[in-house]
């Protein structure tokens, strides 16, 4: 059964930073692609990032590129969403995704198969 567990949301003042963390079990890195979305209240979820299953692409949204980074750890199974210089456009729940290898890289979040419950990321003006 795959899970996925995000953490390290919470309330952060503009010009901050913060590491969002999704832990994985039940699945293999080398089998899936990983993708962070996020979803602001009233607003459809929209797609941050993703990292392909080799781990060495990463894609971003034109919105966070250059101040999010996208990393994984194999042996702790978890994967990283990096962010510095937070804006409150940033506000929203921040989802982890992972989707079949064989399927490609995405970023429509229909794609993908498995998520996280969500952690929320505040950022304050």
């Known amino acids: 059964q795959v899970q996925l567990v995000e953490s390290g949301g919470g309330l952060v003042e503009a010009g901050g930073s913060l590491r969002l963390a999704c832990a994985a079990s039940g699945l293999t890195f080398g089998a899936h692609n990983m993708a962070w979305f996020r979803q602001a209240p009233g607003k459809e979820r929209e797609f941050v990032g993703g990292?392909?299953?080799?781990?060495?692409?990463?894609y971003y949204s034109d919105s966070v590129k250059g101040r999010f980074a996208i990393s994984r750890d194999g042996s702790e199974n978890t994967v990283y969403l990096q962010m510095i210089n937070l804006e409150p456009e940033d506000t929203a729940v921040y989802y982890c995704a992972a989707r079949d290898r064989n399927r490609g890289p995405s970023r429509l979040p229909a794609d993908y198969a498995y998520w996280g419950q969500g952690t929320q990321v505040t950022v304050s003006s």
């Open positions: 990292l392909s299953w080799g781990g060495t692409r990463t």
